[in-house]
């Protein structure tokens, strides 16, 4: 078996050995502007906004991870935030220009039985730096956990970018039974207030945020840089818990997997 059909089914695998984690580990110790900016990039308020989750949103432990609490009050800039995932299209420019490696499924996807990339599709099988090196290049960067949580749910601390009942056609997730990642853009009814798309599911996204815990968590872990967040679940997760905005999910800086993508973000000059 191929280090990379081990590596995606050892993560599926492992599914429930993370929720086994949260659900007995200690933690680890709209108003909304819909403006257009650069790059098809929309504005995102600033302010307050309800980040995080509680007893209300699920049981803890299964539908609400430990390291997902409290409920609080957070605080953004305002900033510009890439309405779509990356595609495939531009990050093959960028791989042009730059000669930065290309995921590697680009080369064995038939080898795996993996679907030809595709301009339109966000790119997938890359990691934390690959992410941060392509929004480099682009001119901008990535989103911390913070804005990307604020882009998905707005202020009002709804469950799901559309409100606070899971609808499954308004997202590709493991439910779905599409088994693979879906044009971005292809489910306009799944739009955050803010007007960004795929926020839940499609590709899991890469933010530029330490995992950490949160303000007034029941037990702190020190920050360890090795580990980045991803935020919003994937074509190969079920939607609930993974793809509930307020999910978090931390992996090690460096693994690339075949739902691992990202979108960038922009600060307001
Ligand atoms: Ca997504």
């Known amino acids: 078996m191929s280090l990379k059909v081990q590596r995606f089914k050892c993560w599926r695998v ?102 030809a990339p595709e301009d339109n599709h966000p790119v997938i099988d890359v990691n934390f730096n690959d992410a941060e090196a392509y929004c480099r290049w682009a001119g901008k960067r990535l989103p911390t956990e913070e804005e990307w949580e604020k882009a998905a749910r707005g202020t009002d601390g709804r469950l799901w970018p559309w409100g606070n009942q899971l609808e499954l056609k308004r997202l590709n997730t493991e439910d779905s039974k599409r088994n693979w990642t879906t044009p971005v853009g292809s489910f306009p009814d799944g739009a955050s207030p803010y007007g960004v798309q795929d926020m839940a599911g499609n590709a899991m996204e890469w933010t530029s945020s330490i995992f950490q815990s949160y303000p007034g968590a029941p037990k702190t872990i020190a920050p360890d840089k090795k580990f980045r967040i991803l935020r919003g679940g994937s074509w190969g997760m079920p939607a609930n818990p993974f793809a509930r905005p307020a999910h978090r999910h931390f992996r090690l800086a460096e693994l690339a997997q075949p739902d691992f993508g990202f979108r960038c973000a922009k600060d307001i000059k």
């Open 14 to 115: 492992g599914r429930p050995f993370l929720l086994l984690t949260l659900l007995t580990l200690q933690p680890f110790n709209l108003s909304a502007a819909k403006a257009v900016g650069p790059d098809d990039m929309v504005l995102v308020s600033g302010g307050e906004f309800v980040m995080g989750s509680d007893s209300n949103d699920g049981k803890i432990g299964f539908e609400v991870g430990m390291d997902s609490i409290p409920k609080h009050k957070a605080s953004v800039p305002a900033f510009w935030m890439d309405r779509y995932e990356v595609t495939i299209g531009p990050y093959r420019k960028f791989v042009t220009a730059t000669g930065h490696e290309p995921p590697s499924i680009w080369k064995d996807y038939k080898e795996f039985g993996y679907p």
